[in-house]
């Protein structure tokens, strides 16, 4: 394969080997080597092959094949890994998403933990990745952190990494997305930026969201990814939930993302850790 697909067959692995391996070190050594290469080896084909098809249901694109055949070492640039302190959950610090048409390569801004606030239970962890080499994005310099990251998930591809600490089941995600949404309906109208008629259009995206989680469990640490595709002047941007399906609306897609930055956020160390990325990168 060529150096480019090596290279992203490598990063995209990384990624799946921070969740799928239980051992404490991340480089195995010695005979269990070959074990974990094959096990990383079909968690990779499983992954590409679910991207693939969210992707070809969501914009028509078709998914090249990648073959693994030779195990390629790790490079230490590209095995960077940041943790969250409150679950020792780690997130590559970037994220390449495979798709015949490129997707970009994803820059991890900040992790956090979700707790359950009356009972102080951590929930989750959750990166914010970001599409920060999109050539189109033009960060106002004099604006504050808040309104960067604003800026941001209104003008570029993003993706949310949400691993759950404990086992847990997709419908208890769901409950929490589909309130944090209904929240953003309501905050949207008091802001004057939904119309009745906006609000009737994305009624319809809402329920095909809720529809999409199965009602099975969701096992600790396995990572659940939710992409919001940069906006476009050709068609709506969508949300595509790993693994389970994608919805076209420019208002879902934004405002899901949104909702973990308004006030404190739903995860106030992501947002906390977001903001310290602006201001010291941005
Ligand atoms: C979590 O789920 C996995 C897979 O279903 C199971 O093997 C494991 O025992 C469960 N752990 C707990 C603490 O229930």
């Known amino acids: 394969m ?19 391996s239980s051992a404490p070190a991340r480089w195995p050594t010695g005979a269990n080597v070959l074990a974990k290469t094959l096990t990383r080896r079909r968690t990779f084909a499983s992954s590409v092959a679910f991207w693939g098809t969210a992707f070809a249901l ?28 409150a679950t020792s959950i780690a997130f590559p610090t970037t994220l390449k998403i495979q798709s015949k048409t490129p ?23 959750v990166g914010f990745y970001a599409d920060l080499s999109n050539p189109n994005l033009a960060i106002p310099k ?15 591809a993003c993706v949310l990494r949400i691993v759950p600490t404990r086992n847990t089941s ?35 995206p809402l329920r095909k969201l809720k529809s999409m989680f199965p009602n099975t469990p969701l096992t600790k640490h396995s990572p659940l990814d939710i992409l919001a595709t940069a906006p476009s002047p050709k068609q709506p941007r969508t949300l595509i ?42």
């Open 2 to 20: 060529s150096w480019l697909q090596a290279r992203l067959a490598r990063n995209f692995v990384q990624g799946c080997r921070v969740f799928s």
């Open 58 to 85: 969501a914009t028509g694109f078709t998914v090249s094949t990648i073959h693994l055949d030779a195990e390629v070492p790790p490079s230490p640039a590209e095995d960077e890994t940041r943790v969250d302190p």
């Open 103 to 125: 997707l970009p390569t994803f820059t991890l801004m900040g992790v956090g933990v979700r707790t359950v606030s009356f009972l102080g239970i951590k929930v989750y962890s």
């Open 142 to 156: 004099d604006a504050t952190a808040e309104e960067k990251i604003e800026y941001i998930v209104k003008s570029s």
């Open 170 to 204: 997709y419908g208890h995600l769901r409950d929490g997305f589909m309130r944090a949404l209904q929240a953003r309906q309501v905050l949207s109208k008091q802001r004057g930026e939904l119309t009745p008629e906006e609000e009737l259009a994305i009624q319809s």
């Open 241 to 282: 939930v790993r693994d389970l399906g994608s919805v076209q609306s420019d208002w879902l897609a934004r405002e899901f993302i949104l909702a973990y930055f308004e006030g404190k956020g739903l995860s106030p160390p992501l947002k906390q850790s977001v903001i310290e990325y602006v201001e010291t990168h941005l």
